[in-house]
């Protein structure tokens, strides 16, 4: 049985552990991710809806809302270093009762509360700085980055075991049967999380599969979408957005519905009838547009809470970053900042000034980015992914 030595390993290459790797790395700290897959962000992180938020309608004070926020200012230092396409559209979110209205102004307080800049226009609220981008690009460049720098990027390895070893360290089992002893570890599983910290017999939170549904079409003739058009609020959630991705085509979804079937990636059959009609009467030139696509995603939510980082209670040098449902891509710079400095809190690793790291090679892509996860999940057997080659 092989093993092998590292400062930190990160468990899981989505988004959550490709930003943590790549923070680690900045700091000069020695990282390998183990990814199961046999490419990078084929979970929730490869089948969102690529926008970058703002964290305009985010509970000011969160901790979730600190790291949007603290994400947005790494994104401008890092967007050139990193390579990765980002397009600030903006967002518009379009008021058409008194009630819609009322709910523009307190989003627009609420903006304010956490210094995001918008603007109200005739009952309209405008978000010049929301952005889409390629999600799985920019996990690869993360990753690309932290492996060009020295990292370890490994893929088709199943964390399947983790136990303490001698000086507070930690053992992680992989299924192939080797080990790998660090002085922490980090579950960055996802919608696994919860099953990668029972290996520790710890249950920090209970993750369940909240499946969002999108269709996707090419643009009408002369009518391409320039922002992201947002529907207002309610009760029950944030509805069905129309947006536009980086290649030009327009997204309209998602639906957001509790499941408990976490290899479930479907699109249902029901999902046209829930999200057609509404994305038509705030686009209507989308009734003239040809359907290209269709694809789910997995949203890693926890039954009782989110944006669950924290130690864990049962092994010393684990640390969990579980549960992060809605807002991941927005928010992973900064988690991966944050993570970072937890554990030099710790007193696991210390943490070297932040250095730019190498411009990641462009990774070779076929096809959008929304399809490739679906095309995976749909069948495992067809090549996961352009990217799943071995770093
Ligand atoms: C429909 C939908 C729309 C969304 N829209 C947005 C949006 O517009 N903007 C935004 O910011 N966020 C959005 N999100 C949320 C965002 O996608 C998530 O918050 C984020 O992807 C979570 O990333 P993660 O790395 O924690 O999880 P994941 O992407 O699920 O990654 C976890 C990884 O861990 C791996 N893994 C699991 N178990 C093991 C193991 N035992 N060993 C090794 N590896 C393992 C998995 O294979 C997976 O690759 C959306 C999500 C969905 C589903």
């Keep these: 049985m092989a093993t092998a030595d590292t400062q930190v390993v990160v468990i899981g290459g989505g988004i959550v552990g490709c930003a943590v790797a790549h923070a680690l790395t900045r700091h000069g700290v020695k990282a390998m991710l183990l990814e199961s897959e046999p490419a990078l962000a084929l979970g929730a992180s490869g089948s969102n809806s690529g926008i970058l938020h703002t964290g305009f309608d985010s509970t000011p004070g969160e901790l979730e809302t600190q790291l949007i926020l603290r994400s947005a200012v790494l994104r401008d230092e890092l967007a050139d270093e990193l390579g990765i396409e980002l397009w600030r559209c903006g967002a518009r979110l379009h008021a058409t009762t008194d009630d819609e209205r009322a709910a523009v102004l307190a989003l627009a307080d609420n903006a304010c509360a956490n210094g995001v800049e918008v603007h109200i226009h005739e009952g309209s609220l405008a978000i010049p700085g929301e952005a889409v981008t390629d999600p799985v690009a920019f996990a690869n460049a993360l990753a690309g980055a932290a492996a060009a720098a020295g990292a370890t990027v490994r893929l088709g390895a199943r964390v399947t075991g983790l136990a303490p070893a001698t000086g507070g360290r930690v053992v992680i089992a992989l299924a192939s049967g080797e080990q790998v002893v660090a002085r922490a570890a980090v579950n960055c599983a996802g919608l696994h999380a919860d099953a990668v910290a029972r290996m520790a017999d710890d249950d ?79 686009y209507p030139p989308l009734a003239r547009a040809r359907q290209i696509g269709a694809y789910a995603g997995l949203r890693p939510a926890g039954r009782q809470r989110n944006y669950v980082i924290e130690r864990s209670r049962t092994l010393p040098g684990l640390t969990h970053v579980a549960a992060i449902r809605s807002t991941g891509l927005s928010a992973a710079l900064g988690i991966g900042e944050h993570v970072a400095a937890m554990i030099a809190r710790q007193g696991a690793i210390g943490l070297e000034p932040a250095r730019p790291l190498p411009t990641p090679p462009p990774q070779p892509t076929t096809g959008s980015w929304w399809q490739r996860a679906a095309a995976y999940h749909a069948d495992p057997s067809t090549p996961a992914a352009p990217m799943s080659t071995e770093r």
């Design 204 to 282: 920090p939170v209970t993750v369940y599969p909240r499946k969002g549904e999108f269709f996707v079409f090419s643009a009408p003739a002369g009518e391409p979408l320039r922002q992201i058009l947002l529907p207002v609020p309610s009760a029950v959630g944030k509805g069905v957005l129309v947006f536009p991705t980086v290649g030009g085509q327009i997204v309209a979804g998602p639906t957001a519905r509790e499941r408990d079937d976490k290899s479930d990636w479907s699109v249902e059959a029901d999902a046209a009838e829930l999200i057609i009609p509404r994305a038509v009467a705030m």
